[in-house]
């Protein structure tokens, strides 16, 4: 399948065991060399040649196709997370810049098949999308274009409304449910060895205190769902009342969003990894002395920052590097953290040569969330010039708000939790005993955007059939919204939050 | 391919938003203000999904570079670059539409019939174009940049590069330069004349229907004819020719004789636009009041003996005033009953534009 010239291939299996030499562990990686028009179309399907026919991959593709004609942008690469791992060249790119492509992707493949977040990984996800595609054609033919476009655009907007976690949590079994069942039906007493003891030790109103809490609780299983549900998409496809190839289309598209997931949850490490070793190996091992300057201004375009953005290729190779550097110089642990002598610090250096072995540790365990949470130092973000910036209402302009660590790593991971999108979750599927769906939205100290929420309510209302609630605040005033399938209905319920809750991360 | 199909499908949805709207765009002129070249952005109502998500205002985020706080941040802040297609990306609502596809939902709907062009096929002019870099050239034409990239390549290569002392001189190979490439371009064989009125009664509302009536004309013949010029003329009671700017801001005051501008486009077209090979379309926008009977018998001459022999088409709107009396386009009408050639359209305000469009262009001429 391969189509690489001689000379790629024999770059590619020098890359390819000069990275297996560092201890990159990788699946099978496929490159096939392919031309622009071709690597837009990829990239409009998200990696997959394959895809169920919707005019928002035409749309993908327009926008790469023209700010790639204005020359505003193009793509280096492209890896898709499958086993084995496929990956695209540009056909008329630079020998320097195939090379420093085919470095990038094996850090990738090595991030994909190592990292424990992509574990659940189906693999065979080619397969998979064609398989998609192909149901949903057929529904196409079946039930008219327009019909099945429709449907697939609201469920589209909702795709966000899954649980990332859930791959990853063992829900208890059916089982262990009807045993926990049996066991509420007898009120729990304390048990007593002697009969005569029994109204001393377990007392009328300790009797009674424990029916009415068993009851209480009883009462809490009614509630439907017992636990509020964050995978909103399965909650819909279960219980909503939808026809086959309804529910059909909603797995497909919650599949998809599955499967893209923990690459949004690794952005920062992935890229970072990758262009880590990009850097290493092309700089150590491949590069000639005539592609070094071409080499740099790849590689400094990729790192480099807008003005006020934030780069996760550079955020990510930095503290990849930053860690390497700590665990050789042994600049971690107790000892590490009480020592308050700068020039103590500045030198500090305890020749343990453990860095590689420590980025190698990290690159398995952790994701986005977790590895800021643990690596960001104030000392990074001083070196780095990170800062916190905020929308100014007066002035109409995005200003710097604050240099200060703790809000700087505060701000980073509350915009990393969930991909920085509101948590909604279902908490109630027979609101006001009427058969309306309620959701609520975890407030975290900033609005949804209305215009936008609106009309996903509406979409969710179509799926639904019954009225549809979302309990959310706007402009500091807890708010419910009703959408009965006519209007929206907006009510006022409860007390203004208190300024202090502000985002905690979840996990 | 299957992409083809998505894209297509993309554009038809576009279209129908588009066309959906398209009286309210021909009406409030919006789009004239985004004009880029070709393309014209227009607002495409929910073309990205909705979906539960924060508003962009109060959302903050963490960025990197220079700056203390309280110090505003240059542009508006990016997630930075990435792969694409990994994750949902947040679109603008507006679209680039070209010039052409504008015109061909202009024709759609108003059914304009296509015009057929008179005189001699178009001709193509070939023109240079400086866009690539070539290893010879010029000395003029040297570029600096590939030149002195060229020659440090070359130092480190040879491994003569010393970061200390980091001199670099260029030897003849290392030299690069700009190129041409031909490129050719069709010579214009139309061009549209617009007179205007700016004579007192003509107010601000009435210029700004000219304005958006001129450019709508403009987008349905440059779809014809690929190099269109268009000539600009303001009179009172004496014309001067303008460039498009001044055409639209200028208001003076003071009577009104029209013969003055016919009599000044008559000279334009006999010296730059002989007649057996353009096509010409003149336009004249006023509010109908002229100053004397004598002069608009003077008008009503020029047209019969010069204009309609002469042009593929000559357009009179008439735009409503409440100074204005309106008489002219009677005159016109009466004098030129059932004459193909002249058109007389009522533009009594903005929601009247679409239909003043349709007569205008609606005989294909």
Redesign the interface.
Known sequence: MANLTPELEKWRLKILKVAEGYGLDMFETIFEMITYDQIN?F?????FP??Y????????????S?SYEYGL?K?Y???VNTDPCYAYLMEGNRMVDQKLVMAHVYGHCDFFKNNQWFAPTNRKMMDQMANHATRIRRYTDRYGVDVV?DFV?KI??????IDRYSPYIKKSSEKERQDEEAKRSEVSLLRVNRDYMDEYINPQEFVDHQRKRQAEEASRSMKFPAEPERDILQFLMHYAPLKNWQQDIISIIRDEAYY?AP??MT?IMN?GWASYWHSKIMTQDIL???E??DFADAHSG?MA???????????GIELFRDIEDRWNKGRFGKEWNECDDIQAKANWDLKLGLGREKIFEVRRNFNDVTFIDEFLTEDFCVR????????N?R?G???????DFGQ?KK??LF?LTN????I?QVEDANFENRGELLLT?RFEG????????V??LK?VQVIWGRPVNLATVQDQQPKLYRFDGKEIHEIAIGQPPSESAVSDSEH | ???R???????D?IRGRIKENFKKYVSQGEMIGKRENDFVKIPVP??D?????????????????????????????????????????E?QLEV?VSMEDLAQILGEELELPDIKPKGRPKMDAIKNRYNGIAPVGPAGLRHFKSSY?RA???Y??S?VYTPETPVIVPIRGDFRYRSFKPVVQPQANAVVIYMMDVSGSMGEEQKEIVRLESFWINTWLKKHYKGLEARFIIHDATAKEVDEKTFFSTSESGGTLISSAYKLTKEIIEADYPPNEWNIYPFHFSDGDNWSGEDTRLCMRLLQEFFLPNVNQFGYGQVESKYGSGQFAKDLEREFPNDDRLVVSKIENRDKILGSIKDFLGKGR
Do not use: C
């Open positions: 179309q990239a409009a399907y998200g990696g394959v895809r026919p919707h005019w928002r991959f035409g749309m993908e593709y327009e926008q790469l023209k942008s793509i690469e492209m890896v476009e655009d589209l907007s909702m795709e966000n409304l893209f690459q949004g952005k890229e000639s002395d005539s070094i300057i990729t920052m807008a003005p006020g953005g934030f780069n996760p290729y550079k955020v780095n010039k990170m800062f916190v910036y905020k929308f209402k002035t302009q995005y200003e710097v708000d604050t240099r700087v701000q980073f915009q991909f920085g999108q509101p909604i939205h900033i609005d949804m955007q209305p215009n936008y929420m009309e996903t979409n | 391919m299957a992409i199909e998505d894209h297509s499908r993309f554009r949805i929910y073309i999904i909705p979906r539960f998500k924060y508003g962009p205002k109060q959302r903050g985020g963490v960025g990197q570079g220079q700056g203390s706080p309280g110090d505003p941040m240059n542009g508006e802040p990016q997630e930075g670059t990435g792969e694409a297609g990994n994750q949902p990306g679109h680039d990239k440090l390549q070359r480190i290569s491994g």
